[in-house]
């Protein structure tokens, strides 16, 4: 990385800041129990040397970053074959829905955000979308009450999934290799097995118990009843012979054959709404991605049913104007201001924003710059604003179980990609011999207005269960170009905290001068309006920036890990590509050639 994006200014800013922070900065926050993806004795706290050594890896021609060695790697092999980025994005895919199970996945869905060479930037919508069975109260019980879990551990919970019509939606437009050829490694990966390191271990850990519930999963993710430990093989042969119908039949196989009927059969026999025709009426959409403005670059990124795009264009439009560079990483002036700005931002998130096929989203009012500049002047300099005193509804809290990848190849072309499951391993259910996670999507929308979702989110009626629409996410995968070249792909599991996640390794890079791996290893922070607190990782505050912002008004929660920001940035001088696997996910990889 060139000298001009370490400024040698930055380096004593955010050093004393780590510095601090590591000597007990955040002793005395309080810790709730947000949903937690990963123990915290698994994502241990950064220190400050480990933050000032961090390097990317580099690499000449092209590069893929993604939560799991393996899926990076198939990536790799399909560019070494002459795929393009497109055809090494739909063999991660595929690929992180053996080795990456928890998040990676057929049974779900996502987006995904394209720059093609060509200059073109594209987004392709492959979200869940609610059974033509599904009604507003169908997560309420007789007395207009949310029935507990019923959104996220049983079929009702399960969106249609879209993973498999984006993937090969995706191929069959952009891609220059066949299905059969994009999907090779995933079989392989399946059939033959993969061997676990410690960091897959720490995530199939974290639901053994719910594995045991159910013979057809406990058959696969246990060990003969036992937790799989590292170095042994797991081995899926369902989940390759589902893969199998897919290579030879493509998205029919999956829409309108026999796995459709394996999923309907099993939500029949389970309480579950899906039918026949929810799955042979699923499409996925190219859509007009998000685009705004910030210090001289220009981001792309996803528009509804996504809130990620308009909220992190949102929050950029109102930060832009303050010196954020000069202020420093962890300072007081940047915490308080980003944290303001997120507030306001993530109020209009929870207020206005839904699937654009069923409701208005006033992207252009909540993206002018007018609107903007209104919120900017109700920042107060040395005082939190009580979220109680910002206009909208509602609030949120979550977790981490999705995940992210980019790839950049020779060409130029970038594809960043965030999809999921929803919760860790979805609804923790197999349909029948499928070998897949069905999601539980159908618990991002509003059960009941006013009302959290097991995520913690509090959302409004334009989110409401409507049969066919797509529940409002925050995934926010995302292209960033400078000079109309891809500069930085980015994104991140972690509901709402996805959003701050994105937009802090953006800052990060171009006002903190930092380098990438420093950018997604940096601990992070997020304000979402509701709860009015601040939360945050290790690290990011010394103690006596801690005092003044609390002494301004704010309350911190401390998470044990927030995110996992699988990011390429393309140095604009060289061209070569430098990747960075979050170190939240010790078994993701950068890798390129
Ligand atoms: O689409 C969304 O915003 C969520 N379903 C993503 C889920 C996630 O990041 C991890 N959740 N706990």
């Known amino acids: 990385m060139s000298a001009r994006y370490l400024p040698q200014s930055f380096f004593p ?99 995904m955000t394209i720059h093609l060479a060509s200059g073109e930037n594209l987004f392709l919508n492959f979200r869940e979308k609610a059974p033509a069975k599904a009604t507003p109260g169908m997560f309420l019980d007789a007395h207009g009450e949310v029935v507990p879990n019923r959104s996220t551990d049983s079929y009702l919970g399960v969106g249609v999934p879209g993973t498999v019509m984006g993937l090969n939606t995706a191929l069959a437009k952009y891609g220059k290799l066949t299905l059969k050829q994009v999907i090779a490694p995933a079989i392989k990966l399946a059939s033959e097995g993969y061997v676990l390191q410690q960091g897959d271990v720490n995530i199939l850990n974290d639901s053994v118990e719910d594995f045991a519930k159910h013979p057809n999963v406990a058959a696969i993710f246990l060990n003969h009843g036992k937790p799989f430990v590292a170095g042994e093989r797991l081995v899926q042969k369902n989940l390759a012979h589902t893969l199998e119908q897919i290579a030879n039949g493509g998205s029919d196989a999956f829409y309108k054959g026999a796995i459709a009927r394996a999923v309907v059969a099993a939500s029949n026999a389970n309480g579950g709404i899906l039918s026949l025709r929810d799955f042979a009426d699923y499409t996925a959409q190219w859509e007009e991605p998000i685009r705004c403005e910030y210090h001289g670059h220009t981001i792309i990124s996803a528009p509804p049913p996504s809130s990620g795009g308009t909220t992190l264009c949102e929050i950029a439009q109102i930060i832009a104007p303050y010196p954020f560079a000069q202020w420093g990483y962890g300072s007081v002036e940047a915490v308080h201001t980003f944290a303001e700005a997120e507030r306001r931002a993530f109020a209009d998130r929870n207020t206005y924003l839904g699937d654009p096929a069923f409701v208005r989203n006033p992207i252009e009012q909540l993206l002018s710059s007018a609107h903007a500049a209104k919120l900017r002047a109700t920042i107060l300099p040395d005082k939190a604003t009580p979220s109680a005193q910002i206009t909208g509804n509602l609030g949120a809290t979550e977790g981490d179980h999705t995940t992210h990848y980019s790839v950049i190849d020779s060409h130029g072309n970038a594809v960043a990609v965030t999809y999921t499951i929803n919760f860790l391993f979805g609804t923790r259910q197999i349909a029948g011999d499928t070998g897949f996670f069905l999601n539980d999507e159908m618990d991002d929308f509003t059960s009941k207005p006013g009302v959290a979702n097991a995520a913690g989110l509090v959302q409004g009626k334009v989110n409401q269960v409507e049969p066919g629409k797509r529940p409002l996410s925050s995934m926010t995968p995302t292209i960033v170009l400078r000079d109309g070249k891809p500069f930085l792909l980015t994104g991140s599991p972690g509901d709402a905290t996805i959003i701050s996640t994105t937009l802090q390794s953006i800052i990060n890079i171009i006002d903190f001068g930092m380098n990438v791996q420093q950018a997604v290893n940096a601990p992070r922070m997020h304000q979402q309006w509701y709860p009015d607190e601040v939360w945050i990782e290790d690290g990011m505050l010394t103690p006596d920036a801690r005092r003044r912002l609390e002494a301004m008004g704010y309350k911190f929660t401390k998470v044990h890990a927030m995110g996992a920001d699988e990011a390429i940035l393309i140095d604009p001088k060289t061209g070569r590509r430098e990747g960075a696997n979050d170190r939240r996910r010790p078994a993701g990889l950068a890798a390129g050639y």
Do not use: W
């Open 13 to 111: 800013r955010y050093a004393l800041a780590m510095a601090l922070g590591a000597a007990g900065g955040l002793s005395g926050a309080k810790d709730v129990p947000l949903p937690q993806p990963l123990k915290a004795s698994h994502v241990p706290a950064i220190t400050r040397e480990a933050l000032d050594k961090a390097r990317p890896v580099i690499a000449t021609h092209a590069m893929v970053v993604s939560a799991q060695h393996y899926a990076t790697q198939a990536g790799v092999e399909i560019l070494k074959q002459g795929g393009n980025a497109i055809d090494a994005a739909v063999a991660v895919g595929f690929a992180e829905a053996v080795v990456h199970p928890c998040c990676g996945n057929i049974g779900g869905g996502g987006f």
